[in-house]
Structures are given as structure tokens and as C-alpha cells.
């Protein structure tokens, strides 16, 4: 089992920074992929950014330049940092990882976090 804990949501306004974070705890082997996703209202889940093997990044490309995804892997940390916030950033912000363990080591199962709330008022 894995347990993934957010935080760092909030209400912030618009131009502002917030910073999430995401960590990963029970029974852990590999991370092969971290990511944040978010879900407006009314909106289909979609991603915001990923960090895979701990290294490469990729990014939706309404957040490239704004948000940037770190990974503290000591930690089973992943971290979202969110400037220039806008209104239309306002969502649930969900964890997301593929994570294996030891038992099977090359096979990995996705979880997801319990999402955190984004409000960014114009």
C-alpha cells in the first residue's frame, strides 16, 4: 500500500505563488513518475506536470514558464511550484504516481492522492 499526502493549497490572488508538495510513504521500491493533475469544475481531470525517474520534466503548455516540478527523492517528495498564478488555475490539484514494490520490483501501480484545493481570485 501507499499513502500520498498533499498539501500547499490554498487562496491566493491572481499574480501570486503557492507552492504543493506530495509525499509518497509505505511500501516503496521505485518511483518511476510523479505528476501533478488538476480538475476544474465542470472540467475533465488534465495534466499539469510530470517528473519522471526522478529527472525529466514535462509540462502542459498553458503552465510552461509558470510552474515548475521538482522531486526530492530521499524523500518521496514531489513538489509543484506555481508563480504567476491566474483565475484559470483555480482547480483540485491531484497527486499522481506510479510507484512498484519489492515484491515485484519491474511492475508498477498508479495511485492518486485526495487532491488539494487552488483558488486564485482575480
Known amino acids: 500500500q501507499v499513502q500520498l499526502m498533499e498539501s500547499g493549497g490554498g487562496l491566493v490572488q491572481a499574480g501570486g505563488s503557492l507552492r504543493l508538495s506530495c509525499a509518497a510513504s509505505?511500501?516503496?521500491?521505485?518511483?518511476?513518475?510523479m505528476a501533478w493533475y488538476r480538475q476544474a469544475p465542470g472540467k475533465q481531470r488534465e495534466l499539469v506536470a510530470r517528473?519522471?525517474?526522478?529527472?525529466?520534466?514535462n509540462y502542459a503548455d498553458s503552465m510552461k514558464g509558470r510552474f515548475t516540478i521538482s522531486m526530492d527523492n530521499a524523500k518521496n517528495t514531489v513538489y509543484l511550484q506555481m508563480n504567476s498564478l491566474k483565475p484559470e488555475d483555480t482547480a483540485v490539484y491531484y497527486c499522481?504516481?506510479?510507484?512498484?514494490?519489492?515484491?515485484?520490483?519491474?511492475?508498477?501501480?498508479?495511485?492518486w492522492g485526495q487532491g488539494t484545493q487552488v483558488t486564485v481570485s482575480s
Open positions: 499522481y504516481t506510479e510507484i512498484s514494490g519489492s515484491d515485484y520490483p519491474n511492475k508498477y501501480f498508479q495511485w
Open positions: 509505505g511500501t516503496i521500491f521505485s518511483i518511476n513518475v
Open positions: 517528473i519522471t525517474s526522478g529527472t525529466r520534466t
